[in-house]
């Protein structure tokens, strides 16, 4: 069964972590209820979600995304690169034992999950401003004897490799060419998000579905001109803290425990 690790939106959001954007007022509220409403879009695609409360003390920690990454047989903790956000592990490493044996990320390795994008036994991995050489290694050999690959993607002026590419299926990347180094695709049939919408290649495949933040109208045509299904959803309040519609979710299947 396809299963989710989520997490309730922070009261301390707007403390949150900001590289690239600009700090704005995020109503907690508002932000918890566009959470909520991203998790029954989940269910109705038939994930069955697992909710973990809001940590009241951890600012980013709805961001579930990046303290993490789960493949079939294991799941990695990273060593995010923000220090602000390290203790996030904890809780959800819990969450996470049910299902698979962990491992953990040691210094100097820093990684989040958000800069990797896994398309069948390749993980792609990217270089950014959070995940270092020493994660982006660390990894390959944590997942090496799985018989994963893990390719180093360059990323410069947006925050992870997934704020710039997507795996939106079909062999299918959702793409903006001017963050992300595209050379490392190549195979993928690339789509470039409108030119208007640079942010928009965050998606979220599930089930054949892509779901794209609504703010998103022509890249969310252009997907639909090309034959992909599309689900719009409003995270607005999220999109202030520099999260999209990949990280508010851990996915994975939960018929593969313990391998
Ligand atoms: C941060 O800067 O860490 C958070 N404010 C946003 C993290 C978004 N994570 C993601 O897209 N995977």
Redesign the pocket.
């Known amino acids: 069964m396809l299963t989710a690790i989520t997490r309730g939106v922070s009261p301390s959001m707007n403390n949150?972590?900001?590289?690239f954007h600009a700090r704005q007022e995020i109503d907690a509220g508002k932000a918890a209820r566009q959470h909520q409403a991203y998790e029954e879009v989940l269910r109705q695609l038939g994930v069955f979600v697992i909710s973990l409360p809001a940590e009241p003390d951890l600012p980013?920690a709805v961001?579930v995304?990046?303290a993490a990454v789960v493949v079939d047989e294991i799941a990695v903790m990273t060593r995010m690169g923000?220090a602000s956000?390290r203790s996030e592990t904890e809780s959800l490493a819990r969450a996470l034992s049910v299902y698979r044996l962990l491992k953990y990320m040691e210094a100097p390795a820093t990684l989040?999950?958000?800069d990797v994008m896994r398309i069948g036994r390749t993980l792609f991995v990217g270089a950014s401003s959070r995940t270092n050489a020493d994660g982006i290694s660390e990894l390959r050999h944590l997942l090496a004897d799985y018989g994963y690959r893990v390719k180093a993607v360059g990323v410069k002026g947006c925050?992870?490799l997934?704020?710039g590419c997507t795996y939106i299926g079909r062999d299918t990347i959702l793409v903006n060419r001017s963050w992300i180094d595209s050379t490392q695709l190549e195979g993928f049939d690339l789509i470039d998000v409108a030119a208007t919408e640079p942010t928009a290649a965050?998606a979220l495949l599930i089930q054949g579905v892509v779901i794209l933040p609504s703010s998103f109208p022509e890249t969310k045509a252009m997907l639909e001109a090309r034959g992909f299904n599309v689900r719009a959803i409003d995270v607005s309040e999220l999109q202030k803290?520099?999260?999209?519609v990949?990280?508010t979710s851990l996915i994975f299947n939960s018929d593969d425990i313990d391998s």
């Open positions: 949150c972590e900001l590289t980013d961001f995304e990046d923000a956000r989040d999950g958000g925050l992870h997934k704020s965050n803290a520099e999260g999209g990949t990280c």
